[in-house]
């Protein structure tokens, strides 16, 4: 079997917001990075984003000024598939959310990339088992969750499928923490991961309180910076629950777990706003009204204490 030491050549396919993140963290981790895209102006147009992110790095005193340009040339780019993937020992997929896309592109990868070669998919929609049914490796197929931005949060979640083999699994937990990052293994593949599931409950359950007339959007965005936020980013539920004490958890369920939203349909108030044509940031107005000056504002506070918090984790 080959080791997580073994993994030098990774093949990343789409080279858009996800691509050039995971193809720079693994330059800077000293792999041999060939990045695929149909698009020779989003190809450069993505090198040029894994510099701006290499040098917010060596900003955060994370790699050197060498660094920088040295992680650069490890990455190749390339619109021909077959020379991007048929010398790699991890093909890692990140093209947009389309099922019939994902699947023919595992179909033809597997029909090129070397024999040892694990396929993997960084969909946050679709389950392995979904693409492993495209290929003749369902063992060596599994899914890899990153977090946007990929180079700067550590965690990923690694969804083994029903066929996927245990080798394989081992094999990608010990690369990624041999590059840094925090792996959690799903044993069962499920619907929208962990990450996802915990996000949209946090979610249905806020919307249902603004709703309601309870609290506003900024409110409780603020209860979650100032208070949950500053908690989970510490201690996951389980640990919080074994440290308030499990008697103390029960009663609060029993008090609560009643209360909570169960809505199957989607939410009202998000509906609404998608018919009004407010979709956030992208149109200036979703739960708060957006300018130009607020958004360069916002993004650059995420980008500073997500560097932030990268410097302190490693």
């Known amino acids: 079997m080959t080791a997580p030491t073994d993994i030098k050549k990774v093949a990343v396919l789409g080279a858009g917001l996800m691509g050039h993140g995971i193809a720079l963290e693994l330059a800077a981790h000293h792999r041999s990075v060939h990045l695929y895209d149909v698009s020779e102006q989003l190809l450069h147009k993505a090198v040029n984003r894994a510099r701006v992110g290499l040098k917010a790095l060596n900003q955060a005193g994370l790699i050197s000024s060498d660094e920088i340009e040295t992680s650069i040339s490890r990455i190749s780019i390339s619109l021909d598939l077959s ?7 991890l093909v890692i997929e990140a093209v947009s959310e389309n ?12 029909k090129i990339a070397p024999p040892n070669a694990v396929l993997v998919s960084n969909t946050s929609t679709f389950l392995p088992s979904a693409l492993a049914v495209a290929t003749q490796r369902p063992s060596q197929v599994a899914g890899v969750h ?3 931005p990929p180079h700067l949060l550590p965690g990923v979640e690694i969804i083994k499928g029903p066929e996927t083999s245990n080798d394989t699994v081992e094999l990608l937990t010990g690369f990624y923490r041999s590059i840094g990052k925090s792996p959690a293994l799903i044993h069962k593949e499920i619907q929208g991961f ?9 979610l249905r359950e806020a919307m249902s309180i603004v709703r309601d007339g309870h609290a506003t959007a900024p409110e409780i965005d603020q209860v979650v910076r100032s208070r949950m936020g500053k908690l989970l980013s510490v201690a996951g539920p389980f640990e919080l629950a074994d440290n308030q004490g499990l008697d103390s958890v029960l009663a609060l369920a029993e008090s609560e777990f009643p209360l909570l939203a169960k809505d199957r349909s989607l939410p009202g108030i998000l509906m609404d ?6 979709l956030g940031v992208k149109t200036g107005r979703g739960f708060y009204d957006w300018t130009v000056e607020s958004i360069e504002a916002w993004r650059k506070n995420m980008a500073d204490s997500l560097i932030d918090m990268a410097t302190h984790d490693r």
């Open 83 to 89: 020379e991007t993937v048929e010398d790699t020992d």
């Open 99 to 110: 099922l019939d896309l994902k699947r023919s592109l595992f179909h033809k990868v597997d």
């Open 273 to 278: 706003k998608i018919h009004a044509g407010d």
């Open 194 to 202: 962990i990450g996802n599931r915990l996000q949209v409950a946090l």
């Open 146 to 148: 990153y977090y946007n």
